[in-house]
């Protein structure tokens, strides 16, 4: 065996002894001073949550919040301004030439004289429609007459032909939410999606009724139902008649393009809405047929009277006063109707009293005068 | 609690008086009123040239409208309290006022933006009216009837101008849809 003498070792093993004790006592220190910083934190959050609940706290922390929503959604909705109007400006290869719509003049096989064409409300993420809307749809593409053809699946609040999933500049995000709410399918999630969704088109509502860029919004969107139209063979020459109906903030959307898709397509655009949200700004000056599918009991659909003042009758010279004054507005409402849910226009409860709604105004309208010459 | 909030109008004042704003406020103010515009004027597809024009046809008016504001807020202030006239004394004291206007660039978001407008409006008009009592001693109430009629005219010059464009934007867009639908 091999080795030092044990006093040697000793003498070796000492400095790590100390050093292992200045360590230790280090250690020790610095724990301390932890739990008292901890110790002191905790006394200073408790302190500061017990301020928190006081009054003034409280209105403070309210009127901050209230501050920076008002800027948020500011910047949001000028963002989303900005978006629209990169393809306005001609940035990002521009919007599509709309004098080469229906420049194939020979006749196709779609026998259809009326076009249908549902917008959807603002839950809107993407061209497929929830279920409750596809059956919806499905009872009314059976009632309607067979020469009128249901065209579903237009996302109203997007300008490309994709969903929120495909938009130019915000995809990414809408791609990653819509993952995490497939990868965790939890109510919070699910909420945050939601809530997303409906803010992102909100605001597009917002943009369509806004009288600066509510035009160019309108005409985006416009241009957009009239390819899709252009796709399924629909040719101006062949039909009769285009009718938007337009679902809670889909009114707004249908409202908004009726004029420029009348322009664009050359024939008749009626306007259907259902539960619709909508300010009235749009131009209708050319639009002869209007229609509002009330619910007796839509709270929302009331509140956007107020949202939307140029509706109420104290401003006579508001335009959708104006148009009042000039056309009949054809009203069918729905006892005990709401908004959405077990209540709401695509319920089994409401869903044939909304259809046969749509089809009676269909049938009256059918007798309208023809297309007035636009402006 | 009317004690209160009068206490608290009163310390807005005296916070107003000590934030000693000079030239570069009212440069940012109106910056912020012209780039509150710039996104409408997008719309027409002006050209860079055009937006410039357009924009400093704005600050002009905008410009006068402060004018006429001050010119009538001296006016009343030296008919009703006695105090001499001297407008750019009086611009002087009342430049703090002004701030909340650093932030009408937010009226350029969709829809909200007559509510933001008016919000900031009457804030700036509430600023002066607590300046008026701090600088001049003016009681509140007798402030808001100084303050009031240079406001509503510096008021109906803003929105003349902003109707003006909105009919001008209107026009132009209807003229290129029109252009650009087939015949």
């Known amino acids: 065996m091999t080795g030092l003498p044990s006093s040697d070792t000793a003498a070796a093993v000492q400095p790590q002894r100390r050093r292992l004790r200045r360590v230790r006592r280090w250690l020790v220190v610095v724990l301390v001073c932890v739990a008292m910083l901890g110790l002191l934190g905790l006394t200073a959050v408790r302190r500061d949550a017990a301020l928190l609940l006081q009054p003034e706290s409280l209105l403070e922390l309210m009127t901050w919040l209230g501050s920076v929503l008002v800027v948020v959604v500011a910047l949001v909705g000028v963002y989303s301004v900005m978006v629209d109007f990169v393809f306005w400006e001609g940035w990002m290869n521009g919007l599509p030439d709309p004098s080469r719509l229906f420049t194939d003049g020979s006749d196709t096989s779609d026998r259809h004289q009326h076009y249908v064409v549902y917008l959807d409300g603002i839950h809107q993420s993407e061209e497929s429609h929830p279920p409750r809307v596809s059956d919806f749809l499905g009872c009314l593409q059976e009632s309607i007459a067979d020469d009128t053809l249901l065209v579903k699946g237009i996302e109203a609040y997007t300008i490309t032909n994709d969903g929120l999933r495909a938009t130019t500049f915000a995809g990414w995000f809408w791609q990653r939410l819509f993952a995490l709410q497939e990868h965790h399918p939890n109510a919070v999630v699910r909420f945050i999606c939601a809530f997303c969704v409906q803010a992102n088109n909100v605001i597009k509502v917002g943009i369509s009724s806004d009288r600066r860029y509510g035009p160019v919004m309108n005409y985006e969107l416009a241009l957009k139902i009239a390819r899709r139209l252009d796709s399924i063979g629909f040719r101006p020459h062949q039909a009769s008649r285009i009718v938007l109906v337009g679902y809670s903030g889909g009114g707004e959307m249908a409202i908004g393009t009726a004029e420029i898709l009348q322009q664009l397509c050359r024939v008749r655009v009626q306007v259907i809405t259902i539960c619709g949200v909508f300010s009235g700004n749009g131009e209708l000056e050319s639009v002869n047929d209007v229609a509002m599918v009330v619910g007796s009991h839509d709270p929302v659909a009331a509140l956007g009277r107020i949202a939307y003042p140029g509706r109420l009758s104290l401003l006579p010279l508001s335009n959708w006063n104006c148009w009042q004054r000039h056309h009949s507005l054809q009203r069918y409402t729905i006892e005990g109707m709401s908004h959405n849910g077990a209540s709401g226009p695509f319920s089994t409860a409401f869903r044939g009293a909304v259809v046969q709604a749509i089809c009676r105004e269909l049938e009256r309208s059918e007798l309208s005068p023809p297309l007035r010459t636009p402006r | ?183």
């Open chain 2, 1 to 183: 609690m009317p004690d209160q909030l009068l206490a608290s109008l009163e310390s807005m004042g005296q916070l107003l008086l000590a934030m000693d704003t000079g030239v570069g406020l009212m440069f940012g103010v109106g910056l912020s009123m012209s780039a509150s515009h710039l996104f409408a004027l997008l719309a027409n597809r002006l050209t860079p040239r055009q937006i410039f024009l357009h924009m400093i046809v704005d600050a002009l008016v905008l410009s006068l409208a402060f004018m006429v504001g001050i010119l009538c807020h001296s006016l009343m202030l030296m008919l009703l309290e006695g105090v001499p006239l001297q407008p750019i004394t009086f611009a002087n004291r009342m430049g703090a006022a002004m701030w909340p206007g650093l932030f009408y660039v937010l009226a350029a978001a969709p829809y909200v933006s007559d509510l933001i407008a008016v919000t900031l409006l009457a804030w700036i008009h509430l600023n002066v009216m607590l300046l008026l009592q701090a600088v001049y001693d003016v009681p509140l109430q007798t402030s808001l009837v100084v303050a009031l009629p240079g406001f509503v005219l510096a008021l109906l010059l803003v929105g003349l101008l902003f109707a003006q464009r909105w009919r001008t934007s209107y026009a132009m867009l209807a003229r290129e849809v029109s252009g650009l639908t087939p015949p």
